[in-house]
């Protein structure tokens, strides 16, 4: 396609216009608030090349498409992805004043006059991470891992990050269910520990002033919402925003319109507001006062105890870390301040202007703060790193359980794998992201697998010390578990979300083809030995009755099975593991088969290029959150950490495998399977909410494929050097659910689209799965 076919012409901004009010709100990103930034410059776009169309969101207008769409703002920079032939690569030139649109449900990306589809990045490092989530073989990770300028975020991102310093104006009534839920859990306490000093301070004499300040705070911290605590003599700065406004380009012929400046541009207009100068800083007396020191001695370090508890508990609830913030800012910066210059206002609700204050809250519940992040570290994941700690030394001091059980100890060791997950993928991301594909490649297929392949090894170890063939059923279970949930679960619960919102969604059915392809052929190889067993291994029969001489009553035999370990050694020694070897060997040589079609001669499925406008390599000012080394080192940590949680996890399951009354079969298919792929699972949902339900169907698929080409192969490899009895046979529950869950899943994928009644399919039917693994019996070596 030729430069003139992907530009749009200057007639058409008008259709243009008419046509993205209706579509204007699909278009906006919830994490870039503003409609109208400045016009980018073609450096500033990041264009990649061949892929499948349906990359996330904005699509560049084909000339010859009757629908032309454009929405209100240009991202920072593009990642374009071209739909054409294996090296096509389009170059278009936006036409001043005309943006891009997404469509409603993701239809246009399929229309054969579709020539390719853009997403946003910031900077190249968000568009190279973007680029590995649609390589194959890589995991797919939703994980910002450069640091978006606060103002450039969205008003509700600017809120969560806010110190409540700023008195804003405010309509409508502060009481709500979070406010009235903080006076019940926070507020009642916190104003009663003040009332309770307070009467203490004045018998001092000398603290009577801080005996003041505890009744004010006192009665503050009640119902701290609309009011504001601030100094007497401080000056009001308001802060006045410049009217938005559209950037109308003028309807000229192409050539003139090149140099031509839009009529109205959206840059603030410099507006002189007079402010009076603040008074110079005197430096306060209130350090070298008897009264300040008595209330250092006797009332601050109370309040800061009770602060410190309140900041703690709320921060821990996520949800209400406006209190957090609160009780920290009173306790660093009101509590030490002169007790005369603290002063608590109502706010008023006629002010027209933000003014900054010492501290002012409207809410204390924000159900936002799920997207809360500390250097780049969801919050979620830090909050959960006290119990990694705690696992680890009270599983290695309490070995005679004391103090705390076997059950939650295995319970606090399974959770404290969710964190680590999120570290170790997180760590992949970044150095994937700053590095070259070599480099990322060798990251993912190190670390990828890492969290599934310590617990494996750990319980198999376990079995072996134990002299146990359970450990080794469990570990099989975990594995069936960890295919059904890719299968079955996550594309399931991916479809049923993601099409709530956006009614019916499209993805690549080529690419798609390509996974199932690879769901087959791991399905195939991994049963191969169990079948083989079936058919050449003996049948065994227990509890066998015959009455000799009564040709009436039937010959009955119950329990009937395969046993290997009755099998004729020979055929184990000369047949069975011969074949599982090959077996091994093959499963990864058409994993890496995969790779080559995918990202080397079929590379127009799969492989993205990122350049700017005209070719070159793009560069984008960017702050990482984890520079490469760093997230190295957390790699080693939490590998390390992982390893440990893994080794207390088996030797603290035994109570629940001989004890419990479930089958020990349910507990290895979901508690084991699935509780180290939850960061993945909410991957998978966030990219169906942003109606990218490809990269959610490759999340399972991708985990799916590796477990049955790397990590079983891998497990016999370890197996070979230090026997641990892991012989690749399953039991038949394993081998007809996953046949059964791949033909489902690739019947389901066929026609290239979804909605959320085939989601609702595929969870049913995993929860029947579920179903048959909890009513099992108990296997015969547990």
Known sequence: MSNQNSSVMPGDVENLRRRSMAESENCLDPEQHPRFPRQKSQTDWFRVGPQHPELGAVETPSPDASNHHFCH????????????????????TPSRGVRLT?????????????????IRAENEVEAHREANNYKFGFRKWKMNVTERPIEDQSEIIKELHSDLSIVKPRDGSMVSFGNIFYVILFGWWMSLIYFLIC????????????GKLCFRMACYFIWPFGKSVEKPSAVRRCIIKPPKCDVIPEERDSEESKDVAP??????????????????????KHWCRFSTYVWLLLGYPVLGVFHCLAC????????????AKMNARTLTTVLLMAPEDVHVHKVEKTQECENRVILCCYQAFNV?????????????????????????????????????????KFATAITSIIPLSYYIGMGIASISAQSNFAVGAVVNATFGSITEMTFYISALLQGVRAGTKCYEEIVKAALTGTLLGCILFIPGICMIIGGIRHREQRFNSRSAGVSSA??????????APTLFSKIFGNLVCESCTNIPGNGSVPFVCKDCHYDMSQTDPHLILSQIEPLVYTISLLLPAAYLIGLIFTLKTHSHIYDIHISDGQGGHAHGHHVVHWSRWRALAVLIVATILMAACADLCTQNIEPMLMQSTVSQYFIGVTVLAMVPELPEIVNGIQFALQNNISLSLEVGSCIAVQVCMI????????????????????NDIHLWASIFSVILVNYIFMDGKCDYFQGTALVVVYLILLALYFFAPTPRSC
């Open 199 to 210: 009467p203490l301070m004045f018998l001092t004499i000398f603290g009577a002033p801080y």
């Open 711 to 730: 990590q079983i192969p891998l497990l016999i490899l370890f197996n070979a050097f230090y026997d641990v009895g892991f012989l690749l046979v399953f």
């Open 263 to 284: 009529l109205l541009v959206s840059s603030p207009i410099p507006v002189e507001i007079p402010v009076p100068e603040p008074p110079a800083r005197k430096t306060s």
């Open 518 to 527: 690879l769901l087959f052929i791991s399905i195939g190889g991994v049963f």
């Open 73 to 92: 703002y240009t991202p920072k920079c593009f990642l374009t992805v071209h739909r054409g032939g294996h090296g096509a690569s389009a170059r278009s």
């Open 368 to 408: 936002y703060y799920y997207k809360y992040t500390v250097q780049g570290i969801n919050i979620f994941a830090l909050n959960l790193l006290p119990l990694v700690l705690f696992t680890l030394v009270n599983g290695y001091t309490d070995h005679d359980h004391t103090y705390v059980s076997a059950e939650t």
């Open 312 to 323: 703690v508990l709320s921060w821990l609830l996520v949800f209400t870390i406006p209190v």
């Open 102 to 118: 997404p469509s409603r449900y993701g239809e246009e990306g399929w229309h054969e006059g579709t020539s390719k589809t853009t």
